[in-house]
């Protein structure tokens, strides 16, 4: 265990995959993301009514958060010409005799072009178009309607006795960065630390051969690693599970003792893992450009940013191999959601079962790799 802590220190690739990595993207992969929520996205607006319930419509459009008009066009071919030099994401038209419709009691159409190629953008300027749209309508319909037409019904709906309270559970901002970047710091502190302690098997091998090899593959020598390993993870576990959601401002209603518990055999087996894989490499870089790409395939396999039940079932039980499913979904469960370590049982022994399978396994491997380096002795 020594000999490794003292190998990493004095190693700087190792190093920095393994202490420095994480503090890194723990301070900077949240940025973007902070704002929580879109506000102020441009849209253009296409008046072509000109009067007052229009005048109205666009200076709702406007006071809205999620959206601000940025562009008022003359007309559609405009607004057009606006999206695609990408000064705005979307375009209100407000078709001539809107008014005349609307006192007429008839429904008037409101036609909102949105730009859907960005999801976050599209979902959140239609809310923000059905908003505006919505505060409108209810203010005419309380100026008084035809007693038949369409605003009349709206009116009555909106009398309705029956109100419907939301209040979002688990992520009260309703932002993203809450859903999303609890999950992601797991997956970083398995790709730092993995690519880390394969790299150092390579550097062994670099530095001592096959006996450098033999040296990390002992029984003894792969329990020390993997404490070694735990204890430097230690602090990085503690800014991603601790430090920085309060700093960021993430719910955090876990208990440190559970999310101890269930970050133990995670670490342990991603120590294992690595240290199974560097058995087979002879250089320091093999790791991290046969691994680098991993971390995208395995943050949509465990179900943030591409729901669980859209991914078919066998590629989520494969997902299982890797410790960051569990993981994930334990200590999002624990940290975020309040569950007890009882809840998210199954979780924690299939984390105690993966540590268990890659442990057996690099000891099986360093047989193999001894009986290989004394044929070829």
């Given at each position: 265990?020594?000999?490794?802590?003292?190998?990493?220190?004095?190693?700087?690739?190792?190093?920095?995959?393994?202490?420095?990595?994480?503090?890194?993207?723990?301070?900077?992969?949240?940025?973007?993301?902070?704002?929580?929520?879109?506000?102020?996205i441009?849209?253009?607006?296409?008046?072509?009514?000109?009067?007052?319930?229009?005048?109205?419509?666009?200076?709702?459009l406007?006071?809205?958060?999620?959206i601000?008009?940025?562009?008022?066009?003359?007309?559609?071919?405009?607004a057009?010409?606006?999206?695609?030099r990408?000064e705005?994401?979307?375009?209100?038209?407000?078709?001539?005799d809107?008014?005349?419709?609307?006192?007429?009691?008839n429904?008037?159409r409101?036609?909102?072009?949105?730009?859907?190629?960005?999801?976050?953008?599209?979902?959140?300027?239609?809310q923000?178009?059905?908003?505006?749209?919505?505060?409108?309508?209810?203010?005419?319909?309380?100026?008084?309607?035809?007693?038949?037409g369409?605003?009349?019904?709206?009116?009555?709906?909106r009398a309705?006795p029956?109100?419907?309270?939301?209040?979002?559970?688990?992520?009260?901002?309703?932002?993203?960065?809450?859903?999303?970047?609890?999950?992601?710091?797991?997956?970083?502190l398995?790709?730092?630390?993995?690519?880390?302690?394969?790299?150092?098997?390579?550097?062994?091998f670099?530095?001592?051969?096959?006996?450098?090899?033999?040296?990390?593959?002992?029984?003894?020598?792969?329990?020390?690693?993997?404490?070694?390993?735990?204890?430097?993870?230690?602090?990085?576990?503690?800014?991603?599970?601790?430090?920085?959601p309060?700093?960021?401002?993430?719910?955090?209603?876990?208990?440190?003792?559970?999310l101890?518990?269930?970050?133990?055999?995670?670490?342990?087996s991603?120590?294992?893992?690595?240290q199974?894989?560097?058995?087979?490499?002879?250089?320091?870089?093999?790791?991290?450009i046969?691994?680098?790409?991993?971390?995208?395939?395995?943050?949509?396999?465990?179900?943030?940013?591409?729901?669980?039940e859209?991914?078919?079932?066998?590629?989520r039980?494969?997902?299982?191999?890797?410790?960051?499913?569990?993981?994930i979904?334990?200590?999002?469960?624990?940290?975020?959601?309040g569950?007890?370590l009882?809840?998210?049982?199954?979780?924690?022994?299939s984390?105690?079962?993966?540590?268990?399978?890659?442990?057996?396994?690099?000891?099986?491997?360093?047989?193999f790799?001894?009986?290989?380096?004394?044929?070829?002795?």
């Amino acid at each position: 265990m020594a000999a490794e802590i003292r190998a990493i220190l004095n190693d700087r690739g190792v190093f920095g995959l393994i202490i420095l990595a994480p503090i890194i993207y723990g301070l900077l992969y949240p940025q973007p993301y902070l704002g929580q929520l879109l506000r102020g996205i441009p849209i253009a607006a296409v008046d072509q009514d000109h009067t007052e319930v229009s005048r109205d419509l666009v200076q709702t459009l406007n006071a809205d958060e999620a959206i601000t008009v940025a562009v008022r066009a003359d007309n559609l071919a405009n607004a057009h010409a606006a999206l695609a030099r990408r000064e705005v994401f979307g375009i209100v038209d407000i078709p001539k005799d809107t008014e005349k419709e609307i006192l007429k009691g008839n429904k008037a159409r409101v036609a909102a072009y949105v730009d859907s190629a960005y999801f976050l953008l599209f979902s959140r300027m239609l809310q923000g178009i059905t908003e505006a749209t919505g505060t409108v309508s209810a203010d005419l319909a309380e100026r008084g309607a035809r007693t038949d037409g369409s605003l009349a019904h709206a009116a009555v709906t909106r009398a309705s006795p029956v109100e419907l309270v939301s209040e979002p559970l688990f992520n009260p901002t309703g932002g993203y960065a809450s859903y999303v970047v609890p999950a992601a710091f797991i997956l970083i502190l398995q790709q730092t630390l993995f690519l880390g302690v394969a790299t150092a098997g390579g550097v062994a091998f670099e530095q001592g051969g096959s006996v450098g090899r033999r040296r990390r593959a002992g029984a003894r020598a792969i329990l020390g690693q993997a404490l070694a390993h735990l204890c430097l993870a230690a602090p990085g576990l503690a800014l991603y599970l601790i430090i920085l959601p309060h700093v960021y401002g993430f719910s955090t209603l876990g208990r440190p003792i559970e999310l101890l518990l269930m970050a133990i055999p995670f670490v342990l087996s991603v120590s294992f893992l690595a240290q199974f894989v560097s058995l087979w490499f002879k250089r320091r870089e093999t790791a991290v450009i046969l691994f680098i790409a991993v971390s995208l395939p395995l943050f949509f396999q465990v179900g943030v940013s591409w729901p669980v039940e859209a991914i078919p079932d066998a590629i989520r039980t494969a997902s299982r191999i890797f410790p960051s499913t569990s993981a994930i979904d334990g200590l999002v469960r624990l940290n975020q959601m309040g569950a007890s370590l009882h809840d998210v049982w199954r979780d924690w022994a299939s984390l105690w079962v993966l540590t268990a399978i890659y442990g057996l396994l690099t000891m099986v491997a360093r047989r193999f790799f001894t009986r290989e380096d004394a044929y070829g002795a």
